[in-house]
């Protein structure tokens, strides 16, 4: 394993908390507070269909991401030294924001959010935390990520 310096290390740890910032006046609603079942839902089984119930929009191949912001903005937000990559699916959300779950290869919770603005952040949801609070990730930190016949079940039965 190398120990290349990770553009992954995207501008600081946040706790979203921060409202009052200059930062998170630039988040969307939906990873300021405490997440929506949907952007749990999303974050940890790549399924963006409860999202897609709570803020419309429509749901579109992942690569969309990539489209938008290019692939080595995309890449620098995933250990792709680990094979990291994004869930299938994205929404893009009637606001122009994107969401897409970074594959459970390593995390458990972690997705990409494009905001409206073109701004790629790779975002963590809290769910493993415990906490439900959507924090900006600075160091993709290994959790295990998420047994493949764990996901399998998620799509197989669309919770």
Do not use: C
């Not at 900006?136 to 493949?148: K, N, R, Y």
């Amino acid at each position: 394993m190398t120990t290349r310096p990770m553009l992954n290390a995207t501008i600081g740890l946040l706790s979203l908390s921060l409202a009052g910032s200059a930062l998170a006046a630039e988040l969307p609603e939906t990873v300021t507070g405490t997440a929506s079942a949907g952007l749990i839902q999303i974050s940890t089984t790549g399924n963006p269909e409860g999202l897609h119930r709570e803020l419309g929009g429509t749901i579109e191949a992942s690569s969309v991401i990539a489209e938008t912001v290019g692939q080595i903005t995309l890449e620098g937000l995933l250990d792709t030294e680990r094979d990291e990559h994004l869930a299938p699916k994205a929404l893009v959300a009637p606001s122009g924001d994107i969401y897409a779950m970074v594959a459970p290869t390593i995390t458990k919770d972690n997705f990409i959010l494009v905001t409206r603005d073109g701004t790629a952040r790779r975002m963590d949801v809290g769910a493993s935390e415990g906490t439900n609070q959507p924090f900006q990730v600075a160091t993709i930190v290994a959790d295990g990520g998420t047994p493949i016949y764990k996901e399998f079940w998620y799509w197989l039965t669309r919770q």
